[in-house]
């Protein structure tokens, strides 16, 4: 499954990019609960906004990040959130 969703945002960050000459403004909304997982391939823990900002900056693809959402999102030509993980108890 969180391969899969990896491959998905990929996919939607290529689409987008392919489609226009200019670069693509992406806002990373960090809102994730904190809770970390084990990655497998890299041998640690990760909470989910590591996970997917590690694959924005292995694709060398530009964000902004931060923890409160802006008022104005309109700069943003993508806006990007994590949730973390739902851990029923």
């Given at each position: 499954m969180?391969?899969?969703?990896?491959?998905?945002?990929?996919?939607?960050?290529?689409?987008?990019?392919?489609?226009?000459?200019?670069?693509?403004?992406?806002?990373f909304?960090?809102?994730d609960?904190?809770?970390t997982?084990a990655?497998?391939?890299?041998?640690?823990s990760l909470?989910?906004?590591?996970?997917l900002?590690?694959?924005?900056?292995?694709l060398?693809?530009?964000?902004?990040?931060n923890?409160t959402?802006?008022a104005?999102l309109?700069?943003?030509?993508?806006?990007?959130?994590?949730?973390?993980?739902y851990?029923?108890?």
């Amino acid at each position: 499954m969180k391969k899969t969703w990896f491959s998905l945002v990929v996919l939607l960050l290529v689409v987008l990019m392919s489609g226009t000459s200019q670069a693509v403004e992406i806002f990373f909304w960090q809102h994730d609960n904190g809770v970390t997982s084990a990655d497998r391939v890299l041998r640690r823990s990760l909470t989910t906004t590591q996970s997917l900002t590690m694959t924005l900056d292995q694709l060398d693809i530009d964000y902004d990040i931060n923890t409160t959402l802006p008022a104005d999102l309109s700069d943003y030509d993508l806006v990007m959130t994590s949730l973390g993980y739902y851990c029923p108890g």
